[in-house]
Structures are given as C-alpha cells and as structure tokens.
C-alpha cells in the first residue's frame, strides 16, 4: 500500500476553507481516499457544489457554514463533527484573506480580517481540534501559513505577521501535545483567488499540484514544509540574512510586488 494511502484512507478531516482554491483542491485531492470530510466555510453553497461534484465516490461529506472568526461556530461545529463521527483524524486550518497594508493604503476593516481570520481563527480552530484531540490521544492539526512569513513583507507585514504565528502556535503546541502530529505549510504562489491580482507571481503554481504536494508533505509527518522548491530555497535564504542586507532586498521586492494603482486593496 502506497504511504499516500496509508494515510489517508478512510479518514475523518475537518477542512476550513473549502470552498475555493487551495482547501477546495485538497478536498478533491482526497477524493480517492474515501475520506469522511466535514467542509466548513462561510459560502455553504460552494460547499454543496463541491459535495454534489463527488455524490458517487466513497466519500461522505458533512457540511456546515462557518465563520472561522467567530470562535463559538468555529468550536461548535468542530465538536459537532467529533460527535457525529466518533474520532478526528485531521483538522486542516485553511481559512485566510490576503490584503494590502502599507501605509498609504491602510484600512482598519482589512486589517482587522485578516488578523481576525488567519491568526485569531486558526488559533480557534486549533484550540477546538485540541479539545478533541487531547482526549482521543492522536490526531493531526495542519495549519496553512504562507511564504509571505519568510520576514515582515513590505505592504504585506500585516499577513506576514498572522502566517509566521500559525506556524509558532502550532510548534508551541506541539511540545505540549507530543502525542499529536503537527505540520505548519507555507506555500508560494498558487493560483487562486486570494492572490490573482498581484503581478509577478514567482514560481506560480497550479492548485491541483500544490494539492498533491501538501498531502504528501503530511503523510511524511513533515514539521514545516514550504513548497514549491524554488521558493524553500528563497525562504531559507531571506530568513537568514542579516537586517541590513534583508532591508537593501525588501525594497526590491516591494517595487516588485506593487499592483498597478486601480488593483491595490
Ligand atoms: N494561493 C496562494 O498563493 C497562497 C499562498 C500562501 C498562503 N495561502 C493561504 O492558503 C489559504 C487558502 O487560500 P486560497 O489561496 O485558497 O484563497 P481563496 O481561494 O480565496 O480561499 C480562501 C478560503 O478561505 C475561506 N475564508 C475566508 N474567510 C473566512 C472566514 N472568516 N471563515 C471561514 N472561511 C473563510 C473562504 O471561504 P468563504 O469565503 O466561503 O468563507 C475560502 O474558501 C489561505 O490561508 C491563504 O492565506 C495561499
């Protein structure tokens, strides 16, 4: 049996943020492993597309709108999925927005979001994961962070900041719960709506292939992973570069990632 198999076959997981790019590809990319999923995302009707999409696989699916940002539907629903299946395999953290935030362009509203989002929902969603998890003794909390945490992103610091501290939160975790798996994934560019106003999409990559590369990365049990290659290489290199020389490449960077004006948000 292939390692991909092993590990996903017949699984109970929880996906936030599926119905669109990457969590929706994940979901199809499960597909063939007769998973037992529950979607979860505010756009409940997406969710049913996707579901209605596979009504004749081996898969069942549960499907619930969510907000991620509000910390008692997030539970709720987590909880409710445990009850209804018995046992969590995974809860894969996927829910997040992506905003401008230099100076020039500030709004309060989409700052609030994302931290909202990607910071205080995946903190949320993994807090009601570990309440059932802790109890059932295994399971695996994988959380999506960004290679937009590699340093403070000129325009982006905002995200930045919410994506490094899903990977901190879950390595913290993960030293109290030692008999949990947890793997933190940063990804480049992929192609989907989050990011498809931005030029210069470096080492742009299809969602289906992302796809691919995440559940490998988890059934390897990886810690941290980035994808795609070219991008864990640049990762690394700009994480250990001093100040000086990172403020010199930054200021490259943000003349580079700069939306034509009528694009900003
Ligand atoms: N695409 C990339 O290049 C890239 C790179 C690095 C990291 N990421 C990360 O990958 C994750 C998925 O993004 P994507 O690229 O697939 O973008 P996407 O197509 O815009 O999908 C974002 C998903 O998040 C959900 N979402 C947003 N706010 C939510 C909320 N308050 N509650 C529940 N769900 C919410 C959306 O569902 P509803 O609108 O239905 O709620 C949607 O399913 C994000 O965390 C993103 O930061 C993406």
């Given amino acids: 049996m292939s390692r991909l198999k092993k590990y996903w076959q017949g699984k109970n997981i ?11 590809s994940l979901c199809e990319a499960l597909v063939p492993y007769g998973v037992h999923f529950a979607l979860l995302s505010r756009r409940e009707s997406k969710l049913q597309e996707l579901a ?16 991620v940002s509000n910390q008692q539907q997030i539970q709720q629903c987590i909880y409710d999925f445990a009850g209804h299946v018995g046992k969590i395999d995974v809860v894969w953290i996927n829910s997040g927005v992506s905003h ?11 700052v609030e979001t994302m931290i909202d989002t990607n910071l205080k929902g995946a903190i949320y969603t993994a807090k009601a994961a570990l309440d059932v998890m802790g109890e059932q003794g295994c399971g695996a909390i994988v959380g999506i962070g960004s290679a937009s945490s590699m340093r403070g992103l000129p325009r982006r610091s905002i995200y930045s900041v919410t994506k490094i501290g899903v990977e901190y939160f879950l390595e913290g975790m993960a030293v109290d719960f030692p008999q949990l798996q947890f793997t933190t994934i940063h990804p480049g560019y992929v192609d989907t709506p989050i990011n498809n106003k931005s030029p210069n999409r470096l080492w742009l990559i299809h969602c289906d292939k992302a796809a691919q590369l995440m559940i490998k990365a988890v059934a390897k049990r990886k810690h941290v992973y980035i994808y795609p290659w070219q991008m864990r290489l640049f990762y690394k290199f700009v994480r250990h570069l001093p100040h000086f020389l990172y403020y010199k490449l930054a200021e490259r960077m943000k003349n580079y990632s700069r939306p034509p004006k009528e694009q900003q948000n």
């Fill in 100 to 110: 401008d935030s230099s100076m020039d362009n500030w709004n309060w509203e989409k």
């Fill in 52 to 67: 209605d999409q596979f009504k004749d696989s081996d898969c069942k699916f549960w499907i619930r709108a969510c907000d």
């Fill in 14 to 24: 929880v996906i936030t943020g599926a119905s669109s790019g990457l969590g929706k």
